[in-house]
């Protein structure tokens, strides 16, 4: 069993995904759930690349960078659950460095046991 969801699909997709999840009294070890999330900036679907998304580098400067974690945690809520199995994300990044950048900050999800 799988359920698919993303945080492109917005909040109401992901809530109603959780609720039916929870509703079906299934075990959770038994349904395999896989989200998405946005790799930011990009000029492809701007709208999900928002302010909230992002997190500042922390090396001096306002400049703002994807922070697929931030994305992760909102989907969490979203199904109420702690955890999911895959995390992809949603499309290409722009460049190959925020693929790698991207990639890296999911790695330290699977670390915290937020997906496997």
Avoid at 17 to 22: E, I, M, Q, S
Wanted: charged share 25%; glycine share 6%.
């Amino acid at each position: 069993r799988s359920l698919d969801t993303a945080f492109r699909y917005g909040d109401r997709a992901q809530s109603t995904v959780g609720r039916a999840f929870h509703q079906s009294g299934l075990p959770r070890k038994e349904v395999f759930i896989t989200t998405k999330v946005m790799c930011c900036p990009t000029s492809r679907r701007p709208e999900f690349c928002t302010p909230e998304h992002m997190s500042k580098t922390g090396r001096g400067n306002d400049k703002l960078v994807h922070d697929p974690s931030k994305q992760l945690t909102k989907s969490l809520r979203l199904l109420n659950m702690t955890y999911v199995d895959m995390v992809l994300l949603h499309m290409p990044c722009e460049t190959p460095d925020l693929t790698l950048q991207a990639w890296k900050m999911l790695e330290r999800e699977v670390a915290a046991g937020r997906t496997r």
